[in-house]
């Protein structure tokens, strides 16, 4: 596995090994040990969840003010553009963003840890998202960042009008949303 950093520190991108053929291919999408040797996370998922959207869907940005969840994300059918904004306050980082596009051809994950909020813009025309969550959903304590807020300034590189959840409609502003110390 190849860590990649971004320009968040915390956030890191993971390349895995792929063998391949013309039989098709193989890769370990999970080692906790190589995980931990490779990120110095030794890290207990407790929580794996699996999305199928269809082009255009924008889902977030999520993230937890308890129970913070990391999220290790992958996209095992089509393609999707990730994003994470650093929500901690105390963060030298605190409001920015990183992307990195995920899809089934590069095999790339996205490491969100705890105190991101979370969210992406399928590409392709439909994709399921696979991700491993450090902590358990708790939708009392979910909160939702505003997908187009412009204080944060994500780039989505929209083709349509993305489509949203009600949820994801109603999102906080920047400015008015509940951080992390």
Not at 21 to 40: C, L, V, Y
Not at 76 to 100: E, Q
Not at 114 to 127: E, I, K, Q, T, Y
């Amino acid at each position: 596995m190849q860590i990649i950093p971004t320009d968040i520190p915390d956030v890191l991108i993971l390349e895995p090994k792929v063998f391949g053929d013309d039989r098709g291919f193989f890769m370990e999408s999970f080692n906790r040990r190589t995980f931990a040797d490779k990120t110095g996370l030794d890290l207990d998922f407790v929580q794996d969840n699996h999305s199928r959207s269809v082009k255009h869907v924008l889902r977030g940005l999520h993230y937890q003010v308890q129970q913070p969840q990391g999220k290790l994300v992958r996209a095992a059918m089509g393609s999707i553009l990730d994003v994470a904004v650093d929500m901690r306050k105390s963060s030298p980082t605190f409001g920015n963003w990183v992307s990195c596009e995920l899809s089934a051809d590069n095999k790339r994950q996205l490491w969100v840890p705890p105190g991101f909020a979370h969210g992406f813009l399928v590409l392709s025309d439909s994709a399921d998202v696979l991700y491993k969550a450090t902590d358990y959903y708790a939708p009392q304590h979910e909160r939702s960042l505003l997908w187009n807020d412009p204080d944060v300034g994500i780039l989505w590189p929209l083709t349509a009008d993305p489509i949203l959840s009600s949820k994801d409609q109603a999102g906080q502003s920047f400015k008015t949303a509940e951080v992390y110390a």
